[in-house]
């Protein structure tokens, strides 16, 4: 079996592009024990199906994707502890910063991503994240995430079909036997704009289920009734491409609790004019990094974030791109 897929089925790692640093990093595997071990040197070897493997650093298969060492670095190097805090992940992704978080003890994670289906099940499947999917998060605001959070927490409630409800009493007289007589008393028989009514009203609804107008009912499911989904946050970081922070720190300062901070990954070739990045997305000129800095410091100064820390990311970029992180606090 190839290696890299080998790793994926065997549960070494989470993906073939993770199971391909990891062979990068080192794997070797031997069929017994006191047998040689045998050096995997490229993705392709083959690795006999019943054969012990060993790592030579595990460190890329600690979390779901390298993201979560990114963020590890991040927190080591601050000092922040993230334990029992409520956090929101802006571009989830396949959820290597959630994962960092839950291992760093947070006790509940919110997800936020444009796109679609990207959540790692592992993560998907843990109580303790809510992934948000489809939610641009630069014109997010807490009542939308809030709604969204719903969405994603619950499931629609099919009405019934209904084709034996009558009209409110129509044929009142026939709860007298059939007998109408001189003293029947006809005051609560429907009247024949009641029925009318009543046909107008099954009509509109038939109409609405055809053009998909008719209002949704959802109910949260199974052992999620619970679940907080306060759009406020102890603590809010993320990993965002192809869009300044620019223009997504607006909309998350709002879902930051007072003196609440906020550790967000920098990319510099999103940051940048076009003419500024090199061939194949690269930064190369390093003086172009201060202008990304100060960029974002006055970012941050404008939606009333204070900037207590600029730092190098632990680990490049996956296209060799040099990264940064900015932590910030918001103000009472």
């Given at each position: 079996m190839r290696a890299d897929v080998y790793l994926v089925e065997k549960g070494h790692a989470t993906t073939r592009s993770q199971a391909q640093r990891l062979i990068a990093a080192g794997v070797e595997w031997r069929l017994a024990p006191g047998l040689p071990w045998n050096k995997v040197a490229k993705n392709g070897d083959d690795i006999p199906e019943m054969a012990e493997v060993q790592l030579l650093d595990a460190a890329e298969a600690k979390y779901i994707s390298r993201g979560g060492l990114k963020l590890e670095g991040a927190l080591t190097a601050t000092g922040l502890k993230v334990a029992g805090l409520r956090c929101l992940d802006v571009g989830q992704s396949t959820g290597g910063f959630t994962d960092c978080l839950l291992?760093?003890?947070a006790v509940q994670v919110i997800g936020v991503d444009v796109g679609h289906a990207q959540l790692h099940e592992r993560l998907r499947s843990d109580a303790r994240v809510v992934c948000v999917e489809g939610l641009n998060a630069r014109s997010m605001t807490a009542d939308s995430l809030r709604d969204a959070c719903e969405d994603a927490?619950?499931?629609?409630?099919?009405?019934?079909?209904d084709n034996d409800t009558q009209p409110s009493a129509p044929y009142a007289w026939m709860r007298n036997g059939g007998l109408v007589d001189d003293d029947y008393d006809d005051s609560d028989d429907a009247k024949e704009q009641d029925i009318e009514d009543f046909k107008a009203e099954r009509a509109a609804k038939a109409k609405a289920k055809v053009d998909g107008s008719m209002p949704v009912q959802r109910k949260r499911r199974e052992g999620?009734?619970?679940?907080d989904i306060t759009p406020e946050f102890d603590f809010i970081t993320g990993d965002v491409?192809?869009?300044?922070?620019?223009?997504?720190?607006p909309a998350l300062?709002?879902?930051?609790?007072a003196k609440g901070q906020l550790l967000m990954l920098v990319k510099p070739q999103f940051e940048l004019q076009p003419g500024q990045v090199g061939k194949g997305g690269i930064v190369r000129d390093p003086a172009l990094y201060g202008e990304v800095e100060q960029r974002i410091r006055d970012c941050c100064q404008t939606v009333g974030l204070k900037v207590e820390k600029w730092?190098?990311?632990?680990?490049?970029g996956g296209d060799g791109n040099r990264e940064f992180f900015v932590l910030a606090r918001r103000g009472k």
């Open positions: 291992q760093q003890g927490l619950s499931e629609i409630v099919e009405e019934e079909e999620l009734d619970n679940v491409s192809f869009i300044s922070l620019t223009l997504i720190l300062v709002p879902l930051l609790k730092m190098d990311s632990a680990i490049e």
